[in-house]
């Protein structure tokens, strides 16, 4: 069992940037893949990026190539997600996840809210 704890969002004027963490329980944190989706008002839920279990593999969805950049820890349990050039489409609700593989993430935090005003 793996608990997923969110923190670091907010409201941000566009350009500015944040840094989203998140805090993992457990001393399995390097067995799984992490993730970042997001899911904005209205609409489903969105792959963001992810991170294999050591860093050597990361992914972005193509809306936040080059401004996002996603990174873990394993001494310390975290994954994080560092946010510039923000954007107004950016705003949304921010998940962490943890999986056995990019296929199926078995375990989700309960979200934190990234608002960018124009």
């Known amino acids: 069992q793996v608990q997923l704890v969110e923190s670091g969002g907010g409201l941000v004027q566009a350009g500015g940037s944040l840094r989203l963490s998140c805090a993992a329980s457990g001393r399995t944190f390097s067995r799984y893949i992490m993730a970042w989706f997001r899911q904005a008002p209205g609409k489903g839920r969105d792959f963001v990026a992810d991170?294999?279990?050591?860093?050597?593999?990361?992914y972005y969805a193509d809306s936040v190539k080059g401004r996002f950049t996603i990174s873990r820890d394993n001494a310390k349990n975290t994954v994080y997600l560092q946010m510039n050039s923000l954007k107004p489409e950016d705003t949304a609700v921010y998940y962490c996840?943890?999986?056995?593989?990019?296929?199926?993430?078995?375990?989700w935090g309960q979200g934190t809210q990234v608002t960018v005003s124009s």
């Open positions: 996840a943890a999986g056995g593989d990019r296929s199926q993430y078995t375990y």
């Open positions: 991170i294999g279990r050591y860093g050597g593999s990361i």
